[in-house]
């Protein structure tokens, strides 16, 4: 079956290191998006890529970045300048311009010690 | 600016019972699309129902409907016949416009939801 799949489903690490997030969807899909959740708190765009090599900034784009090399992938990397990163990372997809059809994977909470 | 805004942090309501979750929203844009997840605690986020800006009828998905009121620009998810296993949180989000690009998704706060039996 077609999905997102996020790996780890939890990521522990220590305080100034940098981490990956991996995203890798078989939906065939074009956009892909990388969003934050806080405890108790809504979803926050960090990034978003509407086809391979290119990608925008979300609202909360400091202490982040990505890449998309292949269309199947949009890994996020947490960088040591991200000053909160213990959060919820949750990656999505959805073919370009058809407005819905938005597929979540299943997310990864990354706790920084 | 807020553009999605769920006023509800929490609501208790008593199994078998119908509930109604509230969701206003903010945008100038004519065509634009609403719609409502549900995260249980596991994490992951279960798409419930769509409604598009253009759509003349309320959308209904089984027990899931979406009260639809444009000039009010409100988004009320309503469940019936409530059950235990709709215990989550539930987010309301829009994406505005349909264009060629990546189409971003805006959530709101969210609404966690007890079904108590």
């Known amino acids: 079956d077609g999905g997102i799949t996020q790996s780890p489903k939890y990521l522990f690490r220590k305080e100034g290191q940098n981490v990956t997030l991996s995203c890798e969807q078989n939906?065939?899909?074009?956009?892909m998006y990388w969003y934050r959740q806080d405890p108790g708190q809504g979803l926050r765009l960090i990034y978003y890529?509407?086809?391979?090599?290119?990608?925008q900034k979300g609202d909360i784009a400091e202490g982040y970045s990505v890449s998309r090399e292949k269309k199947e992938s949009f890994p996020l990397t947490v960088t040591s300048a991200q000053k909160n990163p213990t959060a919820f990372y949750l990656c999505?997809?959805?073919?370009?311009?058809?407005?819905?059809?938005?597929?979540f994977g299943s997310g990864t909470r990354l706790t920084v010690v | 600016a807020q553009k999605i805004t769920q006023t509800q942090p929490g609501m208790f309501v008593q199994e078998k019972e119908a509930v109604t979750l509230d969701c206003t929203y903010d945008?100038?844009?004519?065509?634009?699309?609403l719609f409502w997840y549900k995260q249980p605690s596991s994490g992951e986020m279960i798409f419930l129902i769509y409604?598009?800006?253009?759509?003349?009828q309320n959308a209904t998905e089984g027990r899931y409907s979406l009260n639809f009121q444009k000039a009010r620009k409100s988004a009320n998810l309503v469940i019936s016949a409530s059950q235990l296993g709709d215990s989550a949180m539930y987010f309301c989000?829009?994406?505005?416009?349909?264009?060629?690009?990546?189409?971003?998704?805006?959530f709101g706060q969210g609404t966690r939801l007890t079904i108590n039996p």
């Open positions: 999505a997809s959805n073919p370009l311009g058809t407005g819905d059809g938005y597929t």
């Open positions: 939906l065939n899909h074009d956009a």
């Open positions: 890529s509407q086809i391979v090599n290119d990608f």
């Open positions: 945008t100038s844009d004519p065509s634009y699309g």
């Open positions: 409604q598009g800006s253009y759509d003349q």
């Open positions: 989000a829009m994406r505005e416009g349909v264009r060629q690009g990546a189409q971003k998704l805006v």
